[in-house]
């Protein structure tokens, strides 16, 4: 049997980094892209990977990326949009330029690498495209409000795509991860601040370092994706490590879910 290709944007570390493994792990090609392939570690020197140079706010190399991987491996099957990075602070002290380039990393620059791929996928007769978006693309949590809005904006056009991407034969499937230990909240957040805000920053700043220990490794979300890969089903959503976070919102009256995430988030003191 032919193997099977994926290409992951972001996989120099966490989620990107674990998927691109376990999908070699279970004998598929992998196209392991990342904005410094230079620094990958010695896991890319395995037979069956590539690691194409993309950046996913430069359209030329989403490009470059996908002619590599079709050069390598004849095709792809799955792809997956993991890169990103969250910017937070309060609203107020966020420049244009801030919110500008959080959305052209986790909207815009998804939406040039699924548009970019498409002619390849609806090529070949089908195809997965799945789309990392988060717990915080269905519910919010303070001073996140710009990578909010890029997570649902990702779970808005992904829902409303699998029905006109059905017909060729094109899954599209949404990864909503809770809390995982990667660099994302180590490194990943850009800070915004504003001098009226900053003991609700110093408040969730503690949150953070304090579940930090506490979060999920990125291998349990890598295996979800590649449940998604595989699964033929046309189920939508998948929600690793998020599935309590997101029935409580449901069921809690918005008041208690409110006073819930500020007793918890914004009462944190080191
Ligand atoms: N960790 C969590 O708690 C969590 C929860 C829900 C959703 N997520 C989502 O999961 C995805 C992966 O995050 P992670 O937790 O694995 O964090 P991570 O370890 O910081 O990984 C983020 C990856 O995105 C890459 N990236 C950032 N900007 C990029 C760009 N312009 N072009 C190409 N790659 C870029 C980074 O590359 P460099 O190494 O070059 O910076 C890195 O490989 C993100 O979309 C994040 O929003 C994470």
């Not at 548009?115 to 269905?138: C, D, E, F, H, W």
């Not at 969730?204 to 370092?209: A, H, I, R």
């Amino acid at each position: 049997m032919m193997r099977k290709t994926v290409l992951i944007t972001g996989a120099s570390s966490g989620i990107g980094e674990a998927t691109a493994k376990y999908f070699l792990d279970k004998g598929w090609n992998v196209a392991a892209t990342m904005r410094s392939p230079q620094k990958a570690g010695d896991w890319t020197k395995a037979k069956n990977i590539i690691c194409p140079y993309l950046d996913v706010t430069n359209p030329d190399t989403i490009e470059s990326a996908l002619d590599e991987t079709l050069a390598a491996f004849g095709q792809i099957d799955v792809l997956v949009n993991n890169a990103g990075y969250a910017l937070m602070g309060p609203l107020e002290g966020v420049t244009p330029e801030q919110l500008e380039h959080q959305f052209q990393t986790n909207f815009f620059g998804l939406v040039s690498t699924i548009q970019k791929s498409l002619p390849i996928l609806r090529r070949q007769g089908g195809g997965t495209i799945i789309n990392v978006a988060s717990i915080g693309g269905r519910l919010a949590f303070p001073l996140v409000s710009s990578y909010h809005a890029t997570k649902w904006a990702v779970e808005g056009l992904s829902e409303s795509l699998r029905y006109e991407l059905r017909r060729f034969g094109i899954r599209v499937k949404i990864i909503e991860p809770g809390g995982i230990k990667t660099n994302f909240i180590n490194h990943g957040i850009v800070w915004a601040s504003h001098p009226v805000y900053t003991d609700m920053v110093s408040q969730v700043k503690n949150f953070n370092e304090k579940i930090n220990d506490s979060l999920a490794a990125p291998e349990g979300v890598a295996k979800t994706i590649y449940r998604a890969a595989c699964d033929r089903s046309a189920r939508l959503r998948y929600s690793p490590y998020g599935e309590a976070f997101l029935l409580l919102h449901a069921i809690l009256p918005d008041k208690l879910w409110r006073s819930l995430v500020e007793n918890v988030m914004l009462r944190t003191t080191k």
